[in-house]
């Protein structure tokens, strides 16, 4: 299958818009399960011992929690930043930090960590900053798959290094390795996408083509992903050949994110008088971060469950992981809340604009018949 190489130029993405088309009562059973997860997660915990961690958390470690990530907000926006400027269509740094934080808002109360909120992305960049929303939509298609890309590459490097790591959880067993295995064999799949060689797309269109009843219902249930990931492909294979220095920084955006977290988590635990070593801290940020990759909105009753025993196993106990849970669903709930604030704003002032057109409609309307 020879698959053509669109420039950056050519026309053009449709909006991109994953629609998760869940039956109501599949939503009923994630919520049940979310609640379920929760309770069993916090029926047995040692409150006496998380309220003497989290008490050690005076003004001042608060202010240097909420200032790492105030630090981390542009990087984790620079390169989404950084790929509207290499598609002719710059933002300010600052108005895209604000956007990215009313985007993870949204995403935050959706199921999954990928999708959500990107409708928004497109009509933010299309309505306040009148970018067409080809380029729009390229560039948060191509966020996504570069940070989807990273952290597959990231999370592999780190179940490597806890399946032979002897201090770490899981030192001994398979299910390190096969899970390295399985995110080697995704990142190879995510490299892919920059050599031309169409991973996703291809398998897309192997699964299509096959004839059994299941086969042919998950290829429909995941058309309008494969088609948007189909056209982002072909998108970022243009970025690597034409734009090889942007798509370094774009990625040494990606990884300066992640240091930024393996820095936060270590913070937190240093600031509860419990630091972790490298390998201690490995787990417990790999653990945290494939909670929210899980298909529950924000990870609800995934991390709960995780946290306290993946820190139970590694040494410094149960109420380490329920105080590290805590403080990262103040930090989620307090950005959040900001999030939405901004997302009400921008969409009262597209509100406002639209009513101020019928206005200045009405009267000429008027005046051409003649009232």
């Known amino acids: ?14 909006p991109f818009a994953v629609r ?9 059973l994630l919520g049940g399960l979310c609640l379920a997860l929760a309770w069993q997660a916090l029926a047995r915990v040692a409150w006496a011992g998380v309220w003497d961690l989290l008490s050690r958390l005076g003004p001042l470690a608060i202010l240097a929690l909420v200032s790492i990530n105030l630090l981390i907000l542009p990087l984790m926006t620079g390169r989404w930043w950084l790929l509207l400027r290499t598609l002719g269509a710059p933002v300010g740094l600052l108005a895209a930090c604000a956007y990215k934080v009313a985007v993870n808002a949204i995403n935050y ?44 590459m990231v999370l592999t490097f780190c179940l490597i290094h806890l399946a032979f790591t002897r201090s770490a959880p899981f030192s001994g067993s398979k299910g390190p390795a096969l899970a390295a295995g399985l995110l080697s064999a995704l990142s190879l799949m995510l490299a892919g996408l920059f050599t031309g060689r169409r991973p996703l797309s291809r398998v897309a269109f192997l699964i299509k083509r096959l004839d059994a009843r299941p086969a042919r219902w998950i290829a ?50 240093a600031l509860l008088g419990l630091p972790l070593s490298l390998g201690q801290l490995t787990a417990v940020v790999v653990v945290a971060r494939l909670s929210f990759f899980t298909p529950l909105p924000a990870g609800i009753g995934v991390l709960e ?40 704003r921008y969409w009262a002032g597209r509100q406002k604009a639209v009513s101020a057109n019928q206005n200045q409609v009405g009267p000429i309307a008027r005046n051409r018949s003649g009232g």
């Open 305 to 344: 469950t995780a946290l306290p025993w993946v820190t139970a196993a590694i040494g410094p106990g149960s109420s380490l992981g329920v105080s590290l849970c805590v403080i990262i669903r103040m930090r989620d709930l307090l950005f959040s809340l900001v999030g939405l604030g901004l997302a009400v």
């Open 1 to 14: 299958m020879t698959l053509p190489r669109p420039s950056l130029d050519q026309a053009p993405i449709p």
């Open 220 to 269: 429909k249930f995941l058309e309008p992903l494969a088609q948007t990931i189909a056209q982002g492909e072909a998108m970022a294979e243009s970025i690597f050949r034409g734009h090889r220095i942007q798509f370094l920084f774009a990625n040494l955006f990606s990884l300066g994110h992640w240091l930024g977290v393996f820095a936060e988590f270590w913070s937190m635990s």
């Open 109 to 152: 109360l959706t199921p999954g960590p990928h999708f959500g909120g990107e409708p928004f992305s497109v009509f933010l960049l299309h309505r306040r900053h009148n970018i067409s929303l080809a380029s729009a939509a390229t560039s948060v298609a191509l966020d996504r798959l570069l940070e989807l890309s990273a952290s597959m």
């Open 20 to 28: 998760r088309r869940m039956h109501k009562r599949w939503r009923w």
